[in-house]
């Protein structure tokens, strides 16, 4: 038994839960396991926040053998991480693993309109490692509201940015309550420029359809300037995560 999947077994974590925590696919993690992927900086500090490790402990060159691990110390840091005692009820570490918000998009009272509903948390999650330490951060059920650039079965991982910069992909939520996915082109201190997904990478010069409105798109008709006092919020995108894949 490699090192990391020692660490991993130590922590009590299936693949599946392993992948939801990090944003790593499941292959890819089977793959680091069995030594044939390398660890890079981004995976080493997503997988030492997923285990709450050192990163150098990821770095450690060792076999285990199977019985370096106690089975009831698995039991017990498993039925730690889903929040669970021996009589089944909660446990205080369910608010440690399991302290992720997560909201919907609503119909908002504008024909083609949403809104962001953060009244009422619809689930709480595993907290993945970008936004390990972010306390207001949350997760956002995408639903049909964003294709096709994320899936009805996405979850967006959003932290609030009162600071954002050029390219990032942000949630803004309008004092009118409009949520609205955009991309930012610039940024100055009274206004933010955006642009939808799509005129972005057309704008940038990414590949666009031959029959495509945006082919000729100006600046000026695909950027809309917003002013920054007017907003109600700003939530960078900073990851994703396909659920049809658990």
């Known amino acids: ?45 997503r997988l030492s926040g997923a285990f709450n490790c050192d990163p ?43 302290d992720l918000p997560v909201y919907v998009l609503q119909q908002g009272s504008q024909e083609g309109r949403v809104e962001l509903k953060m009244d009422t948390a619809i689930e709480m999650r595993h907290r993945p490692a970008e936004l390990a330490g972010k306390r207001e951060a949350f997760a956002l059920k995408a639903g049909t509201h964003f294709r096709p650039y ?5 979850l967006l991982w959003l932290n609030p940015s009162p600071q954002v ?16 996915l955009k991309k930012i082109w610039s940024v100055t201190p009274t206004s933010l420029q955006v642009c939808s997904i799509e ?18 798109l100006s600046k000026e008709d695909a950027l809309i300037e917003l002013d920054r006092s007017a907003l109600h919020a700003v939530y960078r995108v900073v990851g994703s995560i396909d659920l049809s894949a658990f």
């Open 1 to 45: 038994m490699t090192h990391l999947k020692f660490l991993r077994k130590r922590t009590g974590l299936t693949l599946e839960i392993l992948s939801e925590l990090t944003g790593i696919s499941v292959s890819y993690l089977s793959r680091l396991e069995s030594g044939s992927r390398r660890l890079n900086t981004d995976l080493i500090r």
């Open 56 to 98: 150098a402990e990821l770095l450690v060159d060792k076999i285990h053998e199977e019985s370096a691990l106690l089975p009831a110390e698995i039991r017990l840091r498993r039925s730690e991480m889903f929040g669970q005692r021996h009589d089944g009820s909660a446990n205080r570490a369910s608010e440690v693993f399991c």
């Open 150 to 154: 994320y899936s009805d079965s996405s």
């Open 165 to 180: 910069a050029p390219e990032a992909t942000v949630l803004i939520v309008t004092e009118a309550g409009e949520a609205l």
């Open 199 to 216: 005129h972005f990478e057309a704008l940038k010069g990414g590949k666009s359809e031959p029959d495509s409105k945006i082919v000729s």
